[in-house]
């Protein structure tokens, strides 16, 4: 028998998945900046005050470093928080928490039971609203002992590891894409399913290029990949989904199939995750590298600040057209 599904866009997705979880443990509590005062940060949180009431869902002050203090404080203390803060460029506001108190927690003051907080943010790159607000930090959140990094481009994703995240027992920095927050809707199994973390997922096989990405940019590499098929170069597209952990075996895999590797992300190049996606793979495949087709390449954002200009930005982050002629490149 099919199973049943509802059409729900990423938003709506990990609207449903909060709720899910919500009902399923009472432990589980919401708490950021205009959750029920304006529906959420564009509505994760719609419906969430009207279901669960003052003691579950709380509005905060905007004030980033006593949203992740909260969500430390209510961890240790036996419940399952998840903190929101509006933006991923405010994870820098709230520094000390997240870096000294959440992710260095067990390292620092030996704490060793579960530490079930879930910070929710997301980036605003492609809107041209500047570096405060869509900036891509991955890469200094996976510099974070203790911390795990979901990163998510679909709908489907998105439900099933915010719903593995808030079961999960240890800190998890949860990153969407705004942009992504009201697209095509998609097929969402009524049922129950996570994801497990560190598992990539194919999203297209291929066989000359492995392309490596993950958020945002996997659906440009989906598009690039489409152009690059009417030109006869067959290109397979790996989304890593979770940072940290990182699944570079399925990467290896696909490399040591295609013999060529690009890693494209958002994130400005210099320092960024795709340093550490291609030294992984180094280190995992070293003999690989003998018998690969071209040199390994990376792509990402310019090293500048993202400007306030929607005509700017473009030229400053991966487009397709950027994808496509660094793959031709690579052939």
Request: proline share 6%; hydrophobic share 45%; net charge neutral.
């Amino acid at each position: 028998m099919a199973e049943k599904t509802v059409m729900l866009n990423q938003v709506e997705a990990m609207n449903t998945a909060l709720k899910e979880e919500m009902r399923r443990d009472k432990r589980v509590v919401v708490f950021g900046e205009d959750l029920i005062s304006m529906g959420g940060p564009a509505t994760q949180t719609k419906g969430i005050f009207e279901e669960f009431g003052p003691d579950r869902i709380v509005d905060t002050p905007i004030t980033e470093e006593a949203i992740v203090g909260m969500a430390y404080g209510c961890a240790m203390t036996g419940l399952r928080p998840v903190g929101f803060l509006m933006f991923a460029s405010l994870v820098m506001c709230a520094a000390d928490q997240v870096f000294l108190k959440l992710g260095s927690n067990r390292q620092e003051w030996g704490w060793f039971g579960p530490l079930p907080a879930v910070i929710c943010t997301d980036i605003s790159g492609g809107r041209g609203i500047g570096e405060d607000h869509a900036l891509s930090p991955e890469a200094i959140l996976m510099h974070c002992p203790g911390l795990k990094v979901v990163m998510p481009c679909t709908a489907y994703d998105a439900k099933g590891l915010l719903k593995t995240a808030i079961r999960d027992d240890e800190p998890v920095m949860f990153v969407a894409h705004r942009s992504l927050f009201f697209g095509t809707k998609e097929a969402i199994p009524e049922e129950e399913y996570l994801i497990p973390f560190g598992q990539a997922d194919i999203k297209r096989a291929g066989k000359d290029v492995t392309i490596v990405t993950y958020s945002a940019m996997v659906h440009k590499a989906l598009a690039a990949a489409d152009e690059l098929n009417k030109q006869g170069i067959s290109a397979e597209v790996v989304d890593l989904r979770t940072l940290v952990p990182m699944d570079i075996q399925t990467v290896v895999k696909s490399v040591k199939k295609t013999g060529r590797l690009l890693v494209v992300h958002e994130a400005m190049t210099r320092s960024g995750a795709g340093a550490e996606i291609i030294c992984r793979f180094m280190e995992a495949a070293p003999q690989a590298l003998k018998t690969m087709k071209a040199p390994i390449k990376r792509l990402g954002c310019k090293n500048v600040p993202l400007l306030r200009s929607p005509a700017v930005e473009p030229k400053l982050v991966p487009q397709v057209n950027d994808i496509v002629a660094a793959v031709k490149a690579m052939i």
